[in-house]
């Protein structure tokens, strides 16, 4: 549990794009799942919901079987006309101390979801509440935006989009991401301002296409 905190604190401050060239774009999650607010951002571990489309009991669920730091990833199917949850849903989940919800599918009340400023990611926003029959699971292997994400998986999302890092794949990756960031400052020097410099990156990239 320490260790996964660790990786949690260290990941808080990589972007999702430098996490997606470690793992070269394999993880990510379909661009259509965006930030309600653009700077919003999440590190946890994922607690995993499978629901049909419209009946959303097993996100309530997942929000009583929650720990601190947790990453509620929803698939919902990618349906967008029946909300997974509201503002009144979200609310319980913050105070309980979830980081944010991932969601192949839509929210409501979107104004007063936004006024929690608690992290949410989907695919917009609808007006249509789902039901509570009961089916659906919570802690199982699912296939969220394109992606397949096993709980406890590390999630890390900000306004570029979200992508998964396989359990035990964390210090791996972790290195890989710091080397891309120091690689890109080094490049971004070298050429800063300086047109001779630009054209000569350009030459380099343009003969070895």
């Not at 808080?12 to 470690?22: G, L, R, V, Y």
């Not at 349906?79 to 949850?85: F, K, L, Q, S």
């Not at 400023?117 to 699912?142: D, H, L, Q, R, Y």
């Not at 998964?164 to 080094?186: A, F, H, R, T």
């Amino acid at each position: 549990m320490t260790v996964q905190k660790d990786y949690m604190k260290e990941f808080q401050s990589i972007p999702t794009t430098a996490i997606s060239d470690a793992m070269d774009g394999l993880n990510n999650l379909d661009p259509s799942i965006k930030p309600l607010q653009e700077h919003y951002k999440i590190v946890g571990k994922a607690l995993t919901v499978k629901m049909p489309v419209g009946d959303n009991l097993a996100v309530l669920k997942a929000i009583y079987e929650s720990k601190p730091s947790d990453v509620i990833v929803i698939d919902a199917k990618g349906d967008t006309y029946r909300a997974v949850a509201g503002d009144f849903v979200l609310g319980m989940a913050q105070t309980l101390g979830v980081s944010g919800f991932v969601i192949d599918g839509v929210i409501r009340d979107v104004q007063d979801s936004k006024a929690l400023n608690f992290p949410v990611f989907c695919k917009g926003t609808t007006m249509a509440a789902s039901g509570k029959a009961g089916v659906g699971e919570i802690n199982v292997p699912i296939s969220c935006g394109g992606v397949s994400v096993q709980p406890g998986d590390l999630i890390v999302a900000d306004a570029d989009g979200v992508t998964v890092i396989p359990q035990g794949m964390e210090d791996e990756i972790l290195k890989k991401s710091l080397q891309k960031i120091e690689k890109d400052e080094k490049r971004a020097q070298e050429v800063s301002g300086d047109v001779e410099a630009i054209r000569k990156y350009l030459e380099s990239m343009i003969s070895k296409a």
